[in-house]
């Protein structure tokens, strides 16, 4: 069965508008809000992957938006990863989405894979899954990060300003009526529409997890 991985804050390489090329990572060893590692080490690829749009359930469907020029493990601040050089199909769509990447827009990354061999294991943050093996299908630009480390930042967005939050714990559970205030993690109380942004964000990334595990 196939699953997606989100990932945000994923430094972009390099880029060329005349190619219409970017290189960055797609995925990274740092435990995602899902609670799985992907372990760079572990990925095979048969065949050749694409990339779509939204993992093709955008309006475009299963046509891909562009291709993968190189896919190999890397680096990414001391963490391994999966480095990908990606060139944009030069239509209208293809020179918008590169723009919409390269510039901020829409800066974060999602693979489609299939779990070949897996640990499940137990922390203070919950159950994970360390996924020691696992095919590489295909990759998606997207608009909601999953992994907090699989963004594409412009010199504009700096990793400082990317926020995490856990929604569906208890702690956000308020049956006597008494103001909550969240904070982020240096300590500064976050504005509503702080908090309604990364509310929003983590509800689609919710959303798409349990779909794409149907």
Do not use: C
């Amino acid at each position: 069965m196939k699953e997606t991985k989100i990932f945000s804050d994923v430094e972009v390489k390099e880029f060329d508008e005349k190619t219409l090329t970017v290189e960055h990572f797609i995925s990274t060893e740092t435990r995602d809000r899902g609670g799985d590692i992907m372990k760079a080490d572990g990925m095979l690829i048969r065949g050749r992957p694409v990339v779509l749009l939204a993992h093709g359930f955008s309006g475009m469907g299963q046509e891909p938006v562009a291709k993968p020029l190189k896919i190999e493990a890397g680096a990414f601040k001391g963490k391994k990863g999966i480095l990908a050089r990606t060139q944009f199909y030069p239509d209208a769509t293809g020179r918008r989405l590169w723009e919409k990447t390269t510039k901020g827009f829409m800066p974060n990354w999602s693979i489609g894979y299939l779990v070949l061999e897996k640990e499940d294991f137990r922390d203070e943050e919950g159950p994970g899954r360390i996924i020691k093996k696992w095919e590489l299908l295909e990759y998606s630009p997207v608009g909601v990060s999953m992994n907090p480390e699989a963004t594409t930042i412009s010199d504009g967005d700096k990793p400082g300003n990317q926020m995490t939050f856990k929604i569906f714990g208890s702690h956000l559970l308020n049956l006597g009526g008494q103001t909550i205030t969240i904070v982020d993690r240096s300590g500064r109380p976050l504005s509503y529409e702080e908090v309604k942004r990364a509310i929003e964000q983590e509800v689609s990334a919710f959303y798409w997890s349990i779909r794409s595990a149907k």
